[in-house]
């Protein structure tokens, strides 16, 4: 096994006995005991993401006695977060996350210092936010944010504790442009270039507990990084089925030195990119046709926002972020859908009669067209109304 120098210096006699109570079985933990706790103690983490990765990582770094806690997020909370952010509970709905957050951890553990940053992470503000501490979990979902957190932390040297999942998979690494032993690798290293943003929960779902295993594997990794103890998962990338629940790991090696070592592909970032980001990017479905004559687009490539199908008794549905985008359209939120609130036009239509789903980039309108069909419809189609 790899040792891994700690992040985090001990401060001794730090604990307070009540402290040492309540952590009692790490210290009884062979390899970790006092020294370890101590630099937990006297850790600074802070934590991109309140959701569904992120309630797991806060609550178990609380729980293990982290001594200060950041939450970046600036988002409320929602009736549709609960199904996996189990951070937050009903009467928390409307709040911001990072209040919610904060009220959580300081009842799970009173000593812990909580910062809210209760704002958009970005390219601008990464570095001032994430500075002066001295580890970052990364939970965010979307490719903007992480490539933001990956190059503030690399700038200010350090490391990052990445996790993703969508659907029924997720990843976990450990990121670090200053890591001994030729693991120094970061997130472009392995996935290039920031790409267009892809599918997410909100458009293809999540199976909640995925979420509790990632995030609770991030805390853990979080946790060695911190102490020193065990082997994090440098140069490791960290695949989970929750169909199989097996873990497959993938080996990563650092980039190639010369003059632009992002144009170079090895074998290890190509298969870490096709299992991270293989969901997302994948290619849309096979076109459906909606006439014999005209053809419609394939679901998730673009077509002009005012084409109305020209088959007689088609609904043009409208699951997009802006209403009143495509004229001529019936227009519905897609969490309506899921809730089984259903526009009044899509009800009177016939369940053998022709829908066409649209939306920004297709990405909407392939979950709505899943929905609409598990409600009965059976002759759907789903595309994009932008390039």
Sequence with gaps: MKRFPPQVAPVQGHLAPDERRRVARHLLLDGFGLTAQERLAASRVVVVGAGGLGSPVLQ????????????????????????????????????????????????????????????????????????????????????????????????????????????????????????????????????????????????????????????????????????????????RLLAYDARTSAWDTIELAAPPSGPDPAAVETAETVAASAAVEGVALAPSPGPAVVSETSPSPTAGQPGPPSARPELPGVLLLD?????????????????????GNLPPELLDHPLDGPVVVVCERGLRSRGAEQLLRAEGWRDVTSRAILG
Aim: glycine share 12%; net charge negative.
């Design 60 to 235: 178990y770094l609380a729980a293990a006695g982290v001594g200060t806690l950041g939450i970046v997020d600036d988002d409320v909370v929602e009736a549709s977060n609960l199904q996996r952010q189990v951070l937050h509970s009903v009467a928390d709905v409307g709040r911001a996350k990072t209040a919610s957050a904060a009220d959580a951890l300081r009842g799970l553990a009173p000593s812990v210092e909580v910062v809210a940053h209760s704002e958009r992470l970005t390219r601008d503000n990464a570095a001032a936010i994430l500075g002066g501490y001295h580890l970052v979990v990364d939970g965010s979902d979307t490719f903007e944010t992480r490539y933001a957190v990956s190059d503030a932390a690399a700038s200010l040297g350090l490391p990052v504790v990445w996790g993703t999942v969508l659907g029924w998979d997720g990843q976990v690494s450990v990121f670090w442009s200053a890591a001994p032993d030729g693991r120094a690798i970061t997130y472009p290293d392995v996935f290039g270039p920031q790409p267009p943003e892809g599918e997410s929960c909100a458009t293809v779902g999540v199976l909640s507990p995925a979420c509790g295993v990632v995030g609770s594997t991030m805390a853990v990794e979080a946790v060695k990084v911190l102490t020193g103890t065990g082997d994090p998962a440098l140069g």
């Design 319 to 339: 699951v997009g972020l802006r209403p009143g985008a495509v004229p001529g359209a019936v227009f519905a939120r897609l969490e309506d859908l899921a809730a």
